[in-house]
Structure formats: structure tokens, C-alpha cells
């Protein structure tokens, strides 16, 4: 029996393989689906199953490509329809993998047709269980997502409560849980780094199985959510209902395009011109009117909490090598709307003698000399929690996970210096600003670390 967890730092999101005697299983795929093909070669294994713990909302699973490339049946949990051949399964439904056996346990509350799956291995002993967005390290799914006119958070949180409490709970402290989803991910509000734990640990630790009654778990876990990203019930649509096909994604995204054909086509198309280098060249010269998403950085959760037509044609500028890493990263979230890139990256339209733009900045001594000027705005574009942990007095909190709501408050006569943590999300803010009209915009070099170190009046809480 082999189990192997593949985790995806972006989206912070682990998929499995599963192995016993030939047949495989892949559970919670990510939408590039060859690394698990390859890996069932590797052990001369046929891929029986996919198995689906919900309708995903944070990305876009591999299920359909893989279940038409290798014949396996793709399996959900009570309540789920498809618009694609599936398997709909019973609440302890047990299917049979080589010598081992997966047995469905039907859990709802994160989504009605949320799922976990118990491994129980050649022995008959339970070894594992894969509890999806159910239960995680730390925390447990948040139950605001699959929210309709006719059933609350509430209600939602009171049957994510019975399903710990009837399913999981009575299970053996050693049992193994692996989960879909670790820190990072919008499905939770409190979820631990580690990403494997044992049910015994979590009976300790997760502060939401600490709760003694269903009403004090279901006010606990709804406190502090904040607002989902705008793609989740986008891309819980696509899983549903289907996708054009990786390989399809690919052919029209990896054109690769000399500068005049890059500028040709948008203008004909009017893409969005998409520059994911690290912030520190975008600010140095980039392309008129394009937005930074940096690859280094969480680049596909801001792609879709910022980017919110997925119909959007996208033209791409990536340092040299990672066109297709990007054009990836972009369909695991629904993206698959790449219609080229620069070939040669920013040299090439640089060398071609292209109209080049620029971010202004300064650094935070230079901020520190401006601060006592009275018409001053500053912006700090971190999270809420950050700014309400310690920020410059004068400065206005405008998320940038927000930015498509706060942005109608800004003036285009005026000048504003923008600021986060290190520098990342402040030349996106800047950069989407800028496309749009902003033209005064200053970004602060090094962010609040910088801040940090002058005589900059700070709040703190």
C-alpha cells in the first residue's frame, strides 16, 4: 500500500495517491492531471477512482480530464450532481482498491455533498482518513460557501457540527488525518502549517472540537469569517458542471509572440496584459496598462480574488522558462482564457524600442520627511487583521483582496503612497490602480518592515 500526499504550496492544497496491488485512486486532483498518470506508470497501476471530497471552490479540480484519459470513475458523496458521467455514492459506501478498502463517509456542512474517505487496509484496520474540507489541522471547513435561500451559515454550521460529532469523532486517536487543504487557504480561518495529523492530536488541539455544545461550535467557527473570494462559487460552478480540457488550455496559451505580434494582438483582443516577474522588475519598467501578479508570490488566490472575469483574454509576460507553469497556475483556478506570451519576456519589448512605464517609489525615510504634510494619503493594502495589529496612525486599511470595492472611493487628482508588509501586494494594488486611471501612486519600497525602522507615529494594538 502506498499513500503519498502531493501538496501544492500556492493553493495551499494536498491531493493523494493512493496504491494497493495494482489499482490506484487520486483524490482531490489538481487541474493538471499528467503528474498522477505518470505516477501510476511508475507503479504499473491502473487509476480506478477519482475521488472528489466537494465541489471545490478555491480551484479547479482534474477530476474530468483524468477520469476521460484513464477510464477511472469519478466518485462523489450524497447530493452532488454533475453534468458529467459520476458515480453518486452512498453514505458508507465502500469501494474496493487492490487489497485495500475506501469506505465514503458522507459528512455535510462544509457543502452538502462534502465527503471524507476511511482507508481501511489489507489487516481490516482503519488506518487514514482523508476528510476533504471537513476537518483540517487546526480548524475545520468554513460553512458560509454553499449558502442558499432556503439554508443559513447557521444551519449549515449546526450539520457540519453533527457530521464531526456522528462521523469522525467516534473514530479510533491513532487514525491518520490528512486534509485537502492547509495554512494559506480562503477554506479556513485557523488552519495549522502542519499538513498531517492523527485525530487523537486534533481532539487536543482544534480549537473547534473544543466546543461543548452545537450552538457554541457554530457560533465559534462563524466569528471572524471574512468575505470569500469572488471566484470560489465561479469555480465551484466549473467543478460541477465541466471545463475545456487542459491540453486544449495549453495549445492556446503557449503561443509564443514576438513584440509586435504581443502588441498586435492586444489591441485586436483588448487582453489583459499579465506580468508575473518579481515585483522588483515590474516596478523598474513594465508594459503600459499591465497588471503584476508575481509567480514567486500566492500568485493563482490573487489572480482570482482580483481578475474577476474568467472569460478574460489574458496575454502573458513571465521571466524566461516559466510560460507554462503560469498558464497552469492560471487553470487551476479557472483562468483558461491564456492566449499567448512574450517570447523572450520584458527584454523582448524593451528591445524592440516599445513605450516602457514605470512605478514611482520612495522609501519609508523619504515618507517619514512627507508624513507631517497635511494633505497626505497613505494606503495600507494588508489584511485586516495585520493593519488592526499595529499600522501608521495616518493611514487608511484598503485591503487589496478589496480592491474591486474601495476603489470608487479613491480620487484620480490626488497622490497616494501605498504600502504592505514587504513590497508584493503593494505593486499589484498599484499596478491595477494605475491601468485604470490612478496615475499618482507611490509605492513604498520594503513595505512596513521598512516603516518599522524609522520614527513613523505607529498604532498598535
Known sequence: MIIEQIYTGCLAQGAYYIMSDGEA????PLREVQPYIDRAKRDNSTIKYVFESHFHADFVSGHIDLANKTGATI???PNAQTDFPSHIANDNEIFSLGKIKIK????????????CFLLIDE????HCLFTGDTLFIGDVGRPDLAVKSDLTQEQLAGLLYDSI???????ADDLIIYPAHGAGSACGKNMSTETVSTLGKQRQLNYSLQYKTKEEFVAGILEGLTLPPQYFPKNAWINKHGYESIDEVYEKGLRALDADAFEQVANETHALILDTRNENEFVKGHIPNSIFIGLEGSFAPWVGALITDLQQPILLVCDVGKE???VTRLARVGYDNTIGFLHGGFATWQNAGKETDQIASITADTLEGLYNEESINILDVRKENEYASKHIEKAQNKPLDYLNNWIKELSKDEAYYVHCAGGYRSVIAISILKARGFHQMINILQGFKGIEQTQLPLEIN
Open 324 to 326: 507554462e507553469e503560469t
Open 25 to 28: 485512486a487520486i483524490i482531490d
Open 165 to 171: 460529532h456522528e462521523k469522525i469523532l467516534p473514530l
Open 75 to 77: 466518485v462523489y458523496g
Open 104 to 115: 465514503l463517509l458522507h459528512t455535510p456542512g462544509h457543502t452538502l455533498e462534502s465527503s
Open 123 to 126: 489487516n481490516g484496520h482503519e
